[in-house]
């Protein structure tokens, strides 16, 4: 995807690491040798998938290398430009900035490439199992049309209700329901977790609903969603966002760093770059916070206490 499509402003209070105030140190003074009182500072984002990335990371790199980790949750683009000037050292999950990479990665070089993170990530429409059952053709858009009635609700008057993600998420959705001719109202859920909290109950009720969706998702374990299939995606069939009429494309979720901090080659910033993991380890520990309501501390002493042959592995040697 050539733009973050998704997610993602505040999931509420499921387990968010504490934020810490950033200091004025520059990223030439974070990232010191393993017993060091160096400081590391990673960015930690709304949606609870990415929290967990920097909580085990962070459990990690001071239990493992004796660093001190600070964390700052904000959005997106304001992570990119505070990596940009040294007030936070990595992002650990990003989902596409082609802007803000044309900016700091190719421009200005302040920014650079950490790897990846081992995670796939796909948005796309959903509705539920059990309205598939009953509906096998609503898994083509081109069907869409025809139960649009079957989602209308006083929100949406005469047209079906199309249920959006958190507004701070860039997505394609209302470019799609023009562009696709649909019959949909695009209807805003509020925050990641109203959203959640909404599909949740009508789900329990087995009501029918067509959503704005992703992978990974901790909730894809709890409530069984099938994707609606859109246009194929090709290649810049989303690089005019008035005129997308495409589907969503895979993603392989990236890491990037502060260019000072990386160009420092410590254990902090080699850890980092070795850090990578599957989407079911991070929908496993992702489920501890949302689900069994965990912290995120404690989610991820239970996944690095169970998982030492994975996390070894991304020990500087």
């Known amino acids: 995807m050539n733009k973050r499509i998704i997610r993602r402003s505040a999931i509420a209070a499921t387990g968010v690491l504490s934020l810490v105030a950033l200091s004025a140190c520059s990223a030439a003074e974070t990232g010191g040798s393993k017993g060091g009182d160096k400081t590391v500072r990673l960015h930690t984002p709304s949606w609870v998938g990415a929290e967990v990335n920097t909580a085990v990371a962070k459990e990690l790199l001071e239990s493992e290398l004796g660093y001190k980790v600070e964390t700052k949750q904000m959005d997106e683009t304001p992570a990119w430009d505070a990596m940009s000037q040294g007030k936070i050292d990595a992002i650990l ?4 900035h082609p802007e803000e990479v044309k900016r700091y990665v190719d421009g200005n070089k302040t920014v650079v ?3 990846d993170l081992g995670v796939v990530g796909h948005i796309g429409w959903f509705v539920p199992k059990y ?11 081109k069907n869409l049309n025809k139960y649009a009635d079957l989602f209308k609700t006083p929100e949406s008057g005469d047209k079906g209700q199309f ?10 959705d209302n470019a799609l329901i023009k562009n696709l001719k649909l019959n949909y109202q695009p209807i805003e859920a509020g925050a990641e977790a109203t959203h959640l909290a909404q599909l949740e109950q009508l789900y329990k009720a087995k009501k029918p609903f067509l959503t704005y969706w992703w992978t990974p998702q901790w909730m894809n374990a709890t409530i069984d969603l099938v994707e609606v299939k859109l246009p194929e995606y090709k290649e810049g069939c989303d690089a005019d966002e008035n005129k997308v009429a495409c589907a969503y494309p895979e993603v392989p979720l990236k890491k990037w760093m502060n260019a000072d ?10 850890f980092l770059k070795n850090f990578n993991w599957s989407t079911e380890d991070q929908n496993l520990v992702a489920k501890y916070v949302a689900q069994d309501k965990m912290s995120s501390e404690d989610a991820a002493k239970k996944w690095i206490a169970d998982n030492e042959d994975k996390w070894k592995a991304w020990l500087p040697k």
């Open 163 to 172: 249920i959006k993600g958190d507004p701070s998420y860039v997505s394609n």
């Open 93 to 96: 999950e990003d989902w596409g």
């Open 131 to 141: 309205v598939v059952d009953e509906n096998p053709d609503i898994t083509d858009y």
């Open 113 to 115: 490439a950490a790897g």
């Open 261 to 270: 901090f990386a160009k420092e080659d410590s254990d902090a910033a080699k």
